[in-house]
Each structure stands twice: as C-alpha cells, then as structure tokens.
C-alpha cells in the first residue's frame, strides 16, 4: 500500500483537480490499490450519473470506409472482407424495430463512407427524428465542418467519434494520412455546433505507454467530453496488426476506473470490445465507472460483415435477443435500465429547451 496512492485518492474525495503524475500513479495500482480505485470510481460514477444504465442501439449501417488504419478490419485495405450498405429506407426501418424494443438513443454508425451524400445522411436523420422518440447519434467519421452543421440542423443530438490516441506520432503512423490535430479540430467543430460529443481511445495499441494513456484522459478532460468510449485494443488478423499483443481487460478496466474519477459527469460505456475479450468485460466495466451499454441493433445477416476486430460478441443474436440479455444481466447486478433519451447530465444538456414564456414578445 502506497503513501502516494492513497494521497491521490483523497485528492479525488476533496474535489481536487488529478495532474499528470497523479493519473500516472492510479494507473499503476497494485491489486490491492485496484479495488480501492475500483470502488471510489464507482461510487463517483452514483454519485454523478446515478444508479440506472442507458442503453444505445447501434446501426452498423455500412462497412465501406476509405480509410486504412493499421488495427481495424474494415481498412480499404482489407480485400478479404465482403463489404455491404444498407439503403436509408432499411436503416429507417431497423431504426423503427430498435425504438419498438424501447431504445431511447440510436447510434448510426459506419465506416467513412462517401456514398452517402451529406444530404442523404442529413435526410435520414430527419425522417428518424420526425417519426420516432429517439436521440440520434452519428458515429460516420471525420467530414467536413458543412456536413455536421448540416446534421445537426437536421437533428443530430450527438456525435461519436474517438481520438483513438492522444499521441500525434503514434495517431499519425496507425491512421495514415491522417492527423491528431485534424481529428481534434473536428471535435471542437462539433462542440461549437452544440453536439454532445463522445470520443475515446483504445488501450494496448502497440506502441503506447502508461504516459500515452494518461495523455489520453487528459485530451478527453480537455475536450470536456459528454462520452467516452474506452475499449481495448483486439489484434485484428486481416490486418497488418495481426501479431501485436493487444490490450488486457485489467488495463482496460483500470483506464476505464481513472476516466470516471476525470470525468464524473460523463457517459462511459461498458464498451463491445471489452466484452469481447472478457465474456463478463462489461459487467466488471460497469462495476468500476460505466453506465452505458452499446447493444447491436443490426440484423444478425450484416453482423459478421462488421468485424471490425474478430471473436465480436452477439454476432448470431438478432437485436430483440440482445435487447433482453442486457436488460437482464443489468439486473443482475443491482443496476436499471433507463428509459427516455439519456440526454448528457451536464448542464446545457440538462433541459435544453427554455419554457414558451422565456422568449421575450
Ligand atoms: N480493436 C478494438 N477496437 C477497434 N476499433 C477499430 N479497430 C479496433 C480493434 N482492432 C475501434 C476504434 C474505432 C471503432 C470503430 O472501433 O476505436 O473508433
Ligand atoms: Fe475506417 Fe474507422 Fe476502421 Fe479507420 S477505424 S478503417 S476510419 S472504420
Ligand atoms: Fe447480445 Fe447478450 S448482449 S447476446
């Protein structure tokens, strides 16, 4: 048990802000030092954003993308992969099975495809909005400022999209072409254009440190998110990753734990990835600062096309299946499912509208 742990955790009890070293020293816990952590992150994660877990349903509406990152299994890169692309009028109607099963926030996410004019994309989320109580979150990539605008003006509540990693170098050498700086200017553009933002990062890329992760909170700090998605990194076999170790679960956990004590009022989700390397991964996520589950809504026939790293869980299960698992695994912990949107806590969130007689005339 160590002095310098311990005086870090107080520091959290008295509302202090954690610098640089102090995320340093909660990220080498030792086991012992684990579960303190564990157990501060969450009882801050009730203390902040309550008891109840909010659901998303994701659409993985297209694995066409024109980039070519090193870890991911949808790089254009990858000729092994059979790629698909659903029509708006198929996503509309996932979207209406999806909110017919009770959730209250869908995420439409694919690869960077261009096929899908803004307009299109715009149109899509109109039609969603108009016809269902449902938030939309986009989750397409990096666009132009234009296209967000234009999203969001069509309804868009929120936008995903990871940093993936807080070191420029390391971004720049696993995402070709692309840049840290360029990534960030789009998160500040959907911050300005009234998002709630989400980003995120991956844990055991090659190549990252403790101090890279740490970088990684403090981006996220920095960027005040609404969400972030903390998931480990899992070797993908068609890609030229292949043979990199990955990241663990305990790592990932311990990442996960520090982001709640950085982030308190944020959404953090008991990421896909993590379950997917450890079958009770979500469960421990939520157990030590998640409060989100992000359930495929995809019909099962597209699921095996969206591998994005293998052994993903839920591949065969089609959405009302997942749907009731997760509700179900929720209770078992002691946690609830939430209903409605499950809107940011934070304050410009909180009750976005003003009341009909605050507008003046
Ligand atoms: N392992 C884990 N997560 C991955 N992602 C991409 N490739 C991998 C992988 N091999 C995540 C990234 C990205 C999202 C689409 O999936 O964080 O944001
Ligand atoms: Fe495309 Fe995203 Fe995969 Fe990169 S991580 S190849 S941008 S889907
Ligand atoms: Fe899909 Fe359990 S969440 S089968």
Redesign the pocket.
Known sequence: MRKEFYNTLRLVAWGRELKREHLLTLLQADDEEERDLFSLADSIRDRYVGDKVHLRGIIEFSNHCRQD?L???LRRGNTWLARYRLEPGEILAIARRAAGLGYGTLVLQSGEDNWYSTQTLAELVYRIKQELDVAITLSVGERERADYKLWREAGADRYLM?H?TADPYLFTSLRPGTTLAGRVQGLRWLRELGYQVGS?N?VGLPGQTPETLVDDLLLLRELDVEMA?I??????GQ?PLADAPGGTAALTLRVLAVARLVLPWAHLPATT?LGSIDAEGRQKALNCGANVVMPNVTPARYRERYQ??PNKICLQEEPDHCRGCVEGWVQALGREVATGHGHSPKAPFRNPRLPEKAIPG
């Not at 998931?231 to 993908?236: E, K, R, T, Y």
């Open positions: 990152c870890y991911c299994g990871k993936e995120g991956m998605g998931g480990p990194f899992i070797p993908n890609t990835a994005i790293y």
